[in-house]
DNA sequence: ACACATTTGTACTCCGTGCGAACAAAAGAA
DNA sequence: TTCTTTTGTTCGCACGGAGTACAAATGTGT
């Protein structure tokens, strides 16, 4: 007679503290390489002896090799670890018209890199891209590949690897897991845009994965990615991060959600395209690059759709750094390479009526290599070792 | 479980396993007791040896006690674990004008509870409630005490545990914990009012502590407690959760925190009052209690302040739900006494455009009790039982 | 040249821990 | 009485980290 129902909960074993400490070595020699064993220990904290054969564990299973040797003022010189650089992973960042494919390794580095414009129509577009990925195999065949990383516009259900919330594209991402996996024989995992980012910021942005950031992601829409308490926020079903359909004009424009209002019909780069259309009164809308470009040169039209921009967003992430508190919002998109035109506007209106200390506010060193770098985060993330 | 995400805890060591087991193991005689060792093991998935030692442990140590014997149809007959009720914890409940002290077991349970009236002034309302602490250590010899948990409406560091906010508050709580140490020779912690709630919902709520909810509490301000992730998410410095000052109509009344439109000036209890004032055109302000009665009776009038303010409190719970899609919403507060006459306004406005799966939307089933148990959890929570 | 200091990386012992099997204990059923 | 079932304990085993000792490697001082 079973008076409990069988709700397994998470015990742990003698092996537990091997798996724990693998891991830390590992991330401390994935960000930190070239290192010794020498330094690991002092670094972490564990005993010589146990890095040793925790190293020799990595070695055996090819995560890392030995690599050159160091040089001291005195004793004997310590054998550097490094990556091994013969694993690799494919990095997807899918955008509607194109996506860029990279082979990166698995310290982020990216190998190659090249970008696929996207037919229209469903099989075609998953067609092209997976030629494009097998041609990259074919073209590595020294490199052994743990899997594809996946950065896309959209939410995806993180335990179903299901993409549940994608308007801007069109094509049966739904099935695009399996399909892929089917067609390459790799391991696929795939994330939102926002939250390949804060992966990538934490992976690679060298903090030390302490400290809670958001990561906001201005395109078409407006996403973003909460990392807290050491992992990503990802609510009921992956949907936590929706921040661009939170209202911020009760009697704003309509949205595509239903509402009305929303942040990413006001602050995305849409919005800056919008009033600038309003402002010109031209039919024919242009593309947010060209206006980019137009406020680079000062023109007076597109600086200022691009200040009420910047003022929207600004307020909307105001509205974040009250609710959640972040040490760091970083922000990603095109908006970033005017930042030295806008960003102020948008630190301004994040700070208005500040009752605290605001968090720091920053562009993104790089969103296009962060999307691709995330791959790595997305793959390695969840159970890539393997239990073995 | 994410295996090369970073950890909060550094190495572990072989002493690992035992530490977390341990815990694993105190938390379901906790939640479950009386509850046998074959039982433990069925649940935990650990071995039965295991589990005996684990045992063995916890009652050297006082923390639980066997209790009686079971009765089978056949074999051997199960010695009931169960908590040590010797062992209790002082609750705090902190208001501005008066203080709820209980004395409960290490499960929660209220052994006994007073009220005490807070006197103004910084000193004598200390001292009102040191001496009512000691004189409920001194009608208890017989237990032992493990510490203080306080709820209080504000925000504290958790790592300082200082009183960083707390406009509601005119005495000096800033060294509240420090004095309140020296004067009972018990250990302090102490947590805003909605983090309180959130850990007594997980710890408390029957859940299996891995699904996210927010917990809001409605006052004469607006709190939120954020459990995202099997932690409370508490950003830089504790601050996160402020939703209250999340600005929700931008050209509405001015807030204390120098903003205006927030959230909690349109919908706490405050607001609920001055909404009434408005229609009766009364120069006096009604009691939140009062205007709870009235709206109860049936008046008119309190019914549309009572409904204006439920209509705002939706809006605010949508967008938190836009933002973060817990599985859970839970409302603490007076108003969840009229939550059979509001509550369906609360959610008519939640789900409003809802274009996901909206959260669930409850009442606290209890929220004295609530803020109260949440004292085990915050004096047993961090790491009390670890280090020996 | 040679002893010594210094540093790295490995070998080995000790202890803590969970696992699994065996076993004792307890109670009802045949 | 004997068998069956269930609980709780004991014991041997393997794994893993800590700590120490030691070999190896390299520069410095005499």
């Given amino acids: 007679m079973q008076r409990f129902s069988f709700?397994?909960?998470?015990?742990?074993?003698?092996?537990?503290?091997?798996?724990?400490?693998?891991?830390?070595?590992?991330?401390?020699?994935?960000?930190?390489?070239?290192?010794?064993?020498?330094?690991?220990?002092?670094?972490?904290?564990?005993?010589?002896?146990?890095?040793?054969?925790?190293?020799?564990d990595l070695i055996e299973e090819g995560w890392i090799v030995e690599g050159a040797v160091g040089h001291l003022p005195r004793g004997r010189r310590p054998t550097f670890l490094e990556i091994n650089s013969k694993r690799a992973i494919i990095a997807l960042d899918i955008?509607?018209?194109?996506?860029?494919?990279?082979?990166?390794?698995?310290?982020?580095?990216?190998?190659?890199?090249?970008?696929?414009?996207?037919?229209?129509?469903?099989?075609?577009?998953?067609?092209?891209?997976?030629?494009?990925?097998?041609?990259?195999?074919?073209?590595?065949?020294d490199?052994?590949?743990?899997?594809?990383?996946?950065?896309?516009?959209?939410?995806?259900?993180?335990?179903?690897?299901?993409?549940?919330?994608?308007?801007?594209?069109?094509?049966?991402?739904?099935?695009?897991?399996?399909?892929?996996?089917r067609a390459t024989g790799l391991r696929v995992k795939m994330d939102n845009v926002a939250n390949a980012c804060a992966l990538s910021e934490v992976w690679f942005g060298g903090s030390d994965g302490l400290h809670d950031l958001v990561v906001v992601n201005v395109a078409e829409g407006i996403g973003?990615?909460?990392?807290?308490?050491?992992?990503?926020?990802?609510?009921?079903?992956?949907?936590?991060?929706?921040?661009?359909?939170?209202?911020?004009?009760?009697?704003?424009?309509?949205?595509?959600?239903?509402?009305?209002?929303?942040?990413e019909v006001v602050a995305s780069n849409r919005a800056a395209v919008g009033y600038y259309g309003e402002l010109?009164?031209?039919?024919?809308?242009?593309?947010?690059?060209?206006?980019?470009?137009?406020?680079?040169?000062?023109?007076?039209?597109?600086?200022?759709?691009?200040?009420?921009?910047?003022?929207?967003?600004?307020?909307g992430i105001r509205l974040i750094?009250?609710?959640?508190?972040?040490?760091?919002i970083v922000?990603?998109?095109d908006i970033t390479t005017v930042w030295h035109q806008f960003g102020s506007i948008v630190e301004a209106h994040m700070k208005k009526n500040a009752f605290t200390k605001p968090p720091l506010l920053r562009p993104a060193y790089d969103g296009n290599t962060a999307r691709l770098r995330s791959a790595v985060a997305l793959v390695l993330g969840d159970d890539a070792m393997g239990e073995k």
């Fill in 7 to 56: 709700n397994r909960t998470q015990t742990a074993s003698n092996k537990t503290p091997r798996r724990i400490n693998r891991n830390l070595i590992f991330n401390l020699i994935r960000t930190k390489q070239p290192i010794s064993r020498a330094d690991l220990s002092r670094v972490s904290g564990l005993q010589r002896s146990t890095i040793s054969l925790i190293v020799e």
């Fill in 280 to 315: 010109v009164k031209s039919a024919v809308p242009i593309t947010f690059e060209a206006l980019l470009k137009l406020a680079q040169s000062g023109d007076a039209f597109a600086v200022q759709a691009m200040t009420k921009m910047a003022e929207n967003l600004g307020r």
């Fill in 224 to 263: 973003t990615g909460i990392f807290a308490n050491g992992q990503l926020l990802r609510g009921e079903s992956g949907l936590a991060g929706e921040f661009g359909h939170v209202q911020i004009a009760p009697d704003g424009p309509p949205c595509a959600c239903g509402s009305q209002g929303c942040w």
């Fill in 143 to 181: 490199l052994s590949f743990d899997g594809i990383g996946i950065s896309l516009p959209g939410r995806a259900d993180v335990h179903l690897q299901k993409l549940i919330f994608a308007p801007n594209l069109n094509w049966p991402v739904l099935s695009l897991k399996s399909k892929m996996e």
């Fill in 321 to 328: 750094a009250v609710a959640l508190a972040p040490k760091e």
């Fill in 331 to 333: 922000v990603v998109g």
């Fill in 95 to 141: 955008h509607p018209a194109q996506t860029t494919i990279a082979v990166t390794d698995l310290a982020g580095k990216i190998v190659t890199q090249q970008v696929v414009m996207v037919p229209d129509g469903a099989t075609k577009a998953l067609n092209a891209i997976v030629n494009a990925i097998r041609k990259l195999l074919a073209a590595h065949e």
